[in-house]
């Protein structure tokens, strides 16, 4: 048995079925290996899809997303989309192909010094030296993946120890698991006396108690504490369109429980809850350091915990709520408060969300996936499903081709529709191959401005109209036709009349869909029920 048999055998054992890789020399003995197990590989066009597919399965399906790419230009090509999935929370093992040990420092083909390159994007980063090491390497990584604050972990697997034989004597390694921190005694009583104290308690958490992922966390947490919940994934913080008008309420708080939850910019760096005292309950000693240099004085509590258990074990002693229904009104109304920029002929952003969002209300298993970009926040603040994924608090954009197939192969009856800027679409555009050829039947809606919109606005604001400069893109590109040649259905939807059918017939086609949608460069929605707009 090769060291590449012992590695795919333990990945099944692990639960894998589908690896997400784009092929190369170095990792050509694991492709063989994968045939006995049958695992299936889902070749992507690019090292970083690969990744962010990964990244995609894992949030959807409940389990690890598992990327394989070969050495050093193909690692190197992943690593934007490994730090989109540490932000996010992704519970990803990373594979990479390795140059050979016994030719370390000899110039081999493609060496490189993966670990440390890796080390800043993932949970761990390990080069595994010997054969009868690798099943119990991937075995410790599936489990670090998910313990803690879920994240990417990184193995590099050298071209030689794939090759070399296992020892005969080598027994099948036991399946890695961690055990999670235990709870200080005393920390669930004090929380809850903090929490039970206060007359404006709210909870943040974080991506990976985000209702996609912990579906009944949050109603179960507000009804066991009689604190709104508040999930936090997205690089606007607490202007996330999703989250409504709720920025312009979360200052009177006055207790806050970051449940999983860094305290980082997305929440000011703690600046609202200044006056407040503040809970953090993290995995992560690092990030209980930084809430303490980010809120001073407003830190009543920190808890080494994981978030879920300290949650469990909060909703489990909590006892009687008080009856805080004002202070839920409010923030349900906040949350709920959207403001629509006047028509004026040309499509609009939102109106494009809304239909999207119909389309998803008709579906038995809808996902939504948002890119970044302005369009990207217009579909988080219009559209919506039970299950959502986004482009994370890394701020990147692109990924949402890639995110989308990925979320199809895990859930293969979902209907997956992403929404991009033109801008986005094209990190990704070769993708829809790769859907076309796995059947994996996504609804792409590219809402097309003809520019680099978040850039242009950046620039009109910044410098004014006579200095934007750069951030065009072409009137005459039509990614509608482009994804069909690809394999794949397209339409071009130049009237609001023309969308709803034209989301329709796509979705009939059971073919993966791009449908191209001419709409008016405007700014991503800022929510404040205290400006002009609609309710």
């Known amino acids: 048995m090769r060291g590449a048999d012992s590695l795919a055998s333990m990945m099944a054992d692990c639960g894998v079925r589908t690896v997400f890789s784009l092929s190369g020399n170095q990792i050509m003995p694991l492709y063989d290996a994968m045939i006995e197990p049958g695992i299936r590989i889902v070749h992507t066009r690019h090292e970083a899809a690969a990744v962010s597919m990964a990244d995609g399965f894992a949030q959807v399906s409940g389990g690890i997303g ?22 996010s929370e992704s519970p990803v093992v990373f594979l990479s192909g390795d140059s050979p040990v016994e030719r370390d420092g000899s110039g081999a083909f493609q060496e490189f010094a993966q670990v440390e390159a890796a080390r800043p994007f993932v949970k761990a980063s390990r080069r595994v030296m010997a054969a009868g090491d690798l099943a119990a390497a991937f075995a410790e990584a599936a489990a670090l993946a998910r313990a803690g604050r879920p994240g990417p972990v990184h193995l590099a697997l050298p071209f030689d120890v794939l090759n070399a034989e296992v020892g005969t004597g080598a027994g099948a390694p036991a399946r890695a698991s961690i055990a999670p921190a235990e709870i200080p005694a005393d920390a669930v009583s004090q929380a809850l006396d903090i929490l039970r104290g ?105 808890v080494l915990a994981g978030p879920l258990a300290f949650a469990e074990a909060l909703i489990g002693a909590a006892g009687e709520p008080a009856d805080r229904s004002d202070w839920g009104g409010k923030m349900t109304e906040a949350l709920a408060f959207r403001s629509f920029p006047a028509p004026n002929g040309a499509i609009l952003p939102h109106e494009i969300a809304l239909a999207v969002g119909a389309e998803l209300a008709e579906a038995g298993d809808p996902i939504l996936v948002c890119d970044g970009g302005e369009f990207g926040q217009w579909a988080q603040g219009f559209a919506s499903a039970p299950a959502r994924i986004i482009n994370g608090a890394s701020g990147a954009i692109g990924a949402s081709i890639a995110y989308a197939i990925g979320a199809k192969i895990a859930r293969p009856e979902a209907t997956v529709i992403a929404m991009m800027g033109d801008g986005t679409s094209g990190f990704h555009f070769a993708e829809f191959e790769t859907a076309a050829r796995e059947s994996a039947a996504i609804l792409a809606v590219i809402g097309n401005d003809q520019r680099w919109n978040a850039e242009y606005q950046i620039q ?25 040649a690809l394999g794949c259905h397209g339409e071009h939807v130049e009237s609001r009349e023309g969308l709803a059918p034209a989301l329709a017939r796509a979705r009939g086609t059971g073919l993966p869909a791009c449908i191209n949608v001419a709409m008016q460069p405007i700014p991503a929605p800022v929510f404040s029920a205290g400006a002009k707009g609609a309710h």
């Open 460 to 484: 009109l604001r910044e410098y004014g109209p006579n200095r934007t400069i750069g951030c065009e893109l072409s009137a005459d590109a039509r990614y509608d036709i482009a994804a069909a």
């Open 66 to 87: 598992v990327a394989l790419v070969t050495a050093a230009p193909g690692f190197a090509n992943a690593l934007g989309a490994l730090y989109s999935a540490r932000m």
């Open 198 to 302: 206060a007359d404006r308690p709210i909870i943040l958490t974080g991506p990976a108690l985000s209702p996609s992922r912990q579906p009944e966390l949050a109603g179960r947490l507000e009804a066991a504490l009689g604190a709104p919940v508040i999930s936090m994934e997205s690089p606007r913080g607490l202007r996330d369109p999703a989250l409504g008008a709720a920025a312009d309420v979360l200052g009177e708080a006055d207790a806050v429980l970051y449940l999983g939850k860094t305290v980082d910019f997305t929440s000011g760096f703690g600046a609202p809850f200044k006056a407040a005292k503040v809970v953090v309950a993290d995995p992560e000693p690092q990030m209980l350091e930084r809430a303490r240099a980010n809120l001073g004085e407003a830190l009543a509590l920190a």
